[in-house]
């Protein structure tokens, strides 16, 4: 590295972590016309593009920089970094595995090993691994609550006692009690102490909602404004859908869209392209609205004025995993607020939405821990906003149910545990595709899986998450009364 390529790199990493990434990334490129034999200039490269989402450029720019043999820990773990935001998890690992070696005192470089071993069904390794990094900073919050998620805990075998004399010595941040206390929270629900582990959950959420200023008039304005975009029911494609037309599984979070998604990926004519950002982000763009968020009042106002068509296709082409797969499924939930412009834009396209009980759906969000920087998932701070946001939720459901008639498929989580044969083939039948009996089996698909499901799609499908709500009966009361005020059916299962 020269002086001057490694002043640039500087300036180019320092501009784009406050922000600036377009700047950020004009400076790296002057690092690298610089010194083109720069590892660690292309790895950074690789890292900001992956943040605009350019996923096949970061790859590229990430694949230059391993051409060079890099040897320092920094930019292994960086060129990883973007392979694991890529779904390239594997060689995410094998960069991870370097870069630990490389630097074997830096718990940062464990967690991410762990985080792309756990993604990869390797459960074992990645609990080595969390151990390691927690050995090495014991107050490395992420790793405590990603630790509690990868097996059920026994009386015998938990991380109680380390949880809460971390709680007990105080003087924790906002986002450190909230990892402590969910990762608690989990260990106690498996040890059968659901009151106990409820108030870790509300103690935890409560405190950091209060930083975050969240009401949920943010989110019923954006229910709202999405529904007066489509007031009238949107002609049927004139043709039947194209062979390689995109299938969308939607839905609230944690109600079953990974284990959709992994039975539909288990199909050899479909692959798998994760939870992509890309339709959100290619609207925004041609949009132009200048707001940081991708979906907001004011982009969705605009986006009736951009060629959606023209969208449809680069997101296509941006979105489509490489390899002979003709077809491809995408399952980002959020993708539910869009299900009116992807019929615009991708008339061909297949929509699943994934229903479970309201209850069920509610809780299930408000036990888990989105990530921290989503504000997306603001509502799940907290119980009634939850069942707020749900109820919005539903309302948006059966109006694209109105306007998109007999184009989107409903699947229940509670139908699809009960009798996974007749549900999956009529699953089949509505994307347009031949039974395949690899279906049934999507626990021994190996692809990686780097959603809040990863541990659990890889054991047979199962009923045990049916009714959960039970358990917190008494704790979720309010919430009961307050869907039972607006006619939701919270007794489906009863």
């Known amino acids: 590295m020269t002086s001057r390529s490694g002043d640039l790199l500087r300036r180019g990493v320092a501009a784009a972590e406050r922000g600036r990434i377009g700047e950020g990334l004009e400076l790296i490129r002057g690092a690298l016309e610089a010194d083109p034999a720069d590892a660690e200039a292309h790895a950074q490269h690789g890292r900001f593009l992956s943040r605009l989402h350019r996923d096949r450029e970061a790859v590229a720019a990430a694949e230059r920089a391993l051409a060079l043999a890099p040897t320092a820990a920094v930019t292994l773990d960086t060129i990883g970094v973007v392979l694991s935001r890529a779904g390239l998890h594997e060689r995410a690992v094998a960069c991870f595995e370097q870069a630990v070696t490389a630097e074997p005192s830096r718990a940062s ?107 949920f008039e943010r989110d019923r304005e954006l229910f709202d404004a999405v529904a007066r975009l489509f007031p009238e029911p949107i002609a049927p494609p004139a043709a039947g859908a194209p062979a390689d037309a995109p299938i969308f599984v939607v839905g609230m979070p944690r109600t079953g869209t990974t284990l959709v998604e992994r039975i539909l990926a288990s199909h050899s004519q479909v692959a798998s392209a994760g939870e992509s950002q890309n339709f959100g982000v290619l609207l925004k763009r041609a949009a132009g609205t200048p707001s940081p968020r991708v979906l907001d009042i004011e982009t969705i106002a605009r986006s009736m004025s951009v060629d959606l068509p023209a969208v449809g296709r680069a997101y296509v082409e941006r979105t489509r995993p490489d390899g002979d797969r003709p077809r491809f499924v995408d399952k980002m939930p959020l993708n539910f607020f869009y299900l009116g412009h992807l019929a615009r834009a991708l008339p061909g396209a297949r929509m699943v939405v994934v229903r479970r009980h309201p209850l069920d759906t509610c809780l299930s969000n408000f036990r888990q821990l989105f990530a921290l920087g989503m504000s997306y998932y603001d509502y799940a701070h907290d119980l009634l906003d939850t069942g707020r946001y749900y109820l919005a939720f539903d309302r948006l459901v059966a109006h694209w149910q109105r306007v998109l008639p007999g184009r989107i498929h409903e699947l229940a989580y509670e139908r699809l545990v009960a009798d996974a044969p007749g549900e999956t083939a009529r699953l089949l039948r509505y994307c347009g595709l031949d039974w395949e009996d690899a279906c049934l089996a999507f626990e021994r698909n190996p692809a990686a899986v780097a959603t809040a499901s990863a541990v659990q799609v890889r054991e047979p499908m199962h009923a045990r998450a049916v009714g959960r709500w039970r358990c917190y009966e008494r704790e979720l009361q309010p919430l009961v009364r307050l869907l039972a005020e607006e006619g939701s059916d919270v007794a489906a299962d009863s």
């Open 109 to 215: 470089l464990h967690f991410n090993l762990a985080s792309s071993l756990k993604f990869l069904g390797r459960f074992d390794e990645a609990e080595a691994s969390y151990e390691a990094c927690l050995g090495l900073e014991p107050r490395y919050w992420r790793a405590h609550s990603a630790l509690s998620q990868l097996r059920r805990q026994t009386a015998g075998s938990n991380h109680l006692g380390r949880l809460e004399a971390l709680l007990a010595d105080g003087g924790l941040d906002v986002d450190a009690e909230l990892h402590l206390r969910h990762a608690l929270a989990k260990e106690l629900e498996d040890l059968g102490r659901y009151a106990d582990a409820f108030v870790q959950l509300a103690a935890g959420k409560a405190r950091r909602r209060a930083t975050l200023g969240y009401a």
